[in-house]
């Protein structure tokens, strides 16, 4: 390990390798600092995406996919279901822990140096400037200098408040997940499935995501307006004995997503912030590899700019938080809204929205139809949703 690079990123998720990917290929000297022991592992996630946002960034390489998606059954709180093909796009099921290692191979082909078991505790912050950070790397603490430290340390990061960005999350827009991999599952391998519901996941939803012919990811969030007086495992283990009460449980891991608006500012002197750290998951699905990317992917281009100016101020930093802002920001924003709209329906208006919409023929479905389905049902959803759009 040199004590100085141009440009340190903190975490090895996709976020981390591709702000180390973009930084390197635009010359910067680069290095990741990861925590855990291995890049990958462990895996907290339900590893669901979109082939058209996975595209954006990489050649798509078979190994890294589980499962091929082209339909979505939506299951009401009475149990009604829904049926969807996608219409002209797909969806993967990733094996994150092999999708998440090649990410940051190619980062270091790139000429990434990757670090793992290293645990970075602080940072040097000179004058009000970040220029590096406090590692333990495999038992020996070091102190590591940079132009810019990239924070891509997830949901729990504590990079951005250590620089003094506001970080924290409000408790309703943190969802808590539980989540168990099974073995010897029934199911149809091109389906995912959502069940919705006080009963299921009170301000989230439940997810079964085939991984295979006879395992799933089969897990469960719910907003953190619940979480003191519900337990997901509880929610989720009552799901799976009367669901799935013969498969084996091969993993079981908790976690949180920050389904909360973007961080306005996620800059400060010598600091960007990506990915989870920056707060830019999809607030209406829950859904955050691809934005990772692509914060890291801006991040990384960014810091790599800044190098090649000598200029890692936060004035020309802001140049990040502009082009996030106009590439997902404002969508995310849009999101963020509609997700409160969608988190205020009951169980009665779930089911009403259900079995307008299971009277459409199956081959109808597309999201116009759904949503004048809904809107039949519950009128109301029109003055909110133009609300969302209209931006009041
Ligand atoms: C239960 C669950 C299900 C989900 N399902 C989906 C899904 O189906 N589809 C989807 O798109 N998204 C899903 N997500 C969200 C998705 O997993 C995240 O948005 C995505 O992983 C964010 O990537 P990241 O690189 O920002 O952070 P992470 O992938 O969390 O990576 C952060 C890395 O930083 C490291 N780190 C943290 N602190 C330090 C430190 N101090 N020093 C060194 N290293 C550190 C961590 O070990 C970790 O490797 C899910 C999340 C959860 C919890």
Redesign the pocket.
């Known amino acids: 390990m040199k004590n100085r690079y141009d440009v340190i990123v903190?975490?090895?998720?996709?976020?981390?390798?591709?702000a180390a990917l973009k930084a390197a290929e635009g010359g910067a000297s680069v290095c990741i600092?990861?925590?855990?022991r291995d890049?990958?592992y462990p895996v907290?996630?339900?590893?669901?995406?979109g082939e058209l946002?996975l595209k954006q960034f990489v050649d798509i390489r078979p190994n890294w996919i589980a499962a091929t998606i082209t339909e979505f059954r939506l299951i009401s709180p009475n149990g009604t279901k829904i049926d969807t093909e996608f219409s002209g796009q797909k969806g993967f099921?990733l094996h994150?822990r092999i999708f998440?290692y090649d990410l940051c191979t190619m980062a270091a082909d790139a000429g990434a140096d990757v670090f793992t078991k290293?645990?970075?505790?602080g940072l040097i912050i000179e004058n009000d400037i970040v220029c590096g950070i406090k590692?333990n790397h495999l038992g020996d603490q070091k102190n590591i200098y940079s132009k810019i430290v990239i924070a891509?340390?997830?949901?729990?990061?504590?990079?951005g408040r250590w620089a003094g960005l506001r970080t924290q999350i409000r408790m309703k827009d943190m969802?808590s997940?539980?989540?168990y991999t099974v073995a010897n599952v029934p199911l149809k391998e091109n389906r995912i499935d959502f069940y919705v519901g006080q009963e299921y996941a009170p301000g989230g939803y439940l997810?079964v995501?085939p991984k295979g012919p006879t395992t799933a990811?089969i897990?469960m969030?719910i907003s953190g307006a619940y979480s003191k007086d519900v337990n997901p495992k509880k929610l989720l283990d009552k799901f799976m004995e009367k669901n799935y009460p013969d498969v084996s449980i091969l993993t079981s891991?908790?976690?949180?997503?920050?389904c909360a608006k973007p961080m306005k500012d996620a800059v400060r002197n010598g600091v960007i912030l990506?990915?989870?750290?920056?707060h830019?998951?999809?607030p209406m699905?829950?859904?955050?590899?691809?934005?990772?990317?692509k914060?890291?992917s801006i991040g990384g281009t960014v810091a790599a700019e800044s190098i090649k100016k000598s200029d890692y101020s936060k004035s020309f930093l802001d140049k990040y938080n502009s082009i996030l802002k106009k590439d997902f920001g404002d969508t995310h924003n849009r999101f963020y809204k509609i997700k409160e709209v969608i988190s205020a329906l009951t169980d009665d208006d779930l089911d009403g929205i259900a079995k307008k919409v299971s009277k459409i023929p199956e081959g109808d479905r597309t999201l116009t139809q759904i949503f004048k389905a809904c809107v039949m049902k519950k009128p109301s959803l029109i003055f909110d949703v133009v609300k969302v759009f209209a931006g009041v």
């Open positions: 903190v975490g090895g998720g996709p976020a981390g390798s591709m600092m990861e925590k855990d890049i990958g907290r996630c339900g590893e669901a995406i946002g099921i994150r998440d290293a645990y970075v505790n590692v891509a340390d997830g949901l729990e990061s504590r990079v969802e997940c539980m989540q997810w995501f990811n897990g969030g891991m908790c976690g949180g997503v920050p990506v990915g989870d750290a920056g830019q998951v999809n699905t829950g859904g955050g590899i691809v934005s990772a990317m914060g890291g």
